[in-house]
């Protein structure tokens, strides 16, 4: 049996935090297909533009949640959208490469492929989200995380 440590078990902060990560990705998944749904099938939208209307949508949702929710960031919106984007233009680049190493190179299932992918990029997402792009520097007011004794 493992020692228990914090790096092992989150606080409860941080399952929150990533209960609220998850909540947004629900939201955001919600978002596209509704606006899919509408687009296409209501207003006759052709599918291709239809779905990167509602990519457009749904990662503005994402966007704007996670900030404000998820990571309850400080950051300027003039500086965290931008590490947003890039972010995603990366994760999008990183799903593709799982994809075709898998599936073109390896030879596997490009259902496997593309699970171990999303595992992948929503994990990397998490982390960069958390640590980079909605990053809270510590003010002076706050107190630490951790207390000593004396």
Known sequence: MCPESSIMKPSSERAREIFRFVQVGVASNVAYFSTLALAHLLFGITLWLGAALAYAISMLVNYRLHHRHTFRSTERHSQALFKYLILQ??????????L??????????????????????????????RHWVFFRKKSDNQKPSFQTRR
Not at 89 to 98: A, K
Not at 100 to 128: D, E, K, W
Request: hydrophobic share 50%; proline share 0%.
């Open 89 to 98: 233009t990366g994760m999008l680049s990183t799903n593709s490469i799982v």
């Open 100 to 129: 075709h190493l898998m599936v073109t190179q390896a030879r596997g299932s490009y259902i496997v492929a593309q699970i171990l992918a999303i595992v992948l990029v929503t994990c990397l997402t998490y982390f960069l989200g």
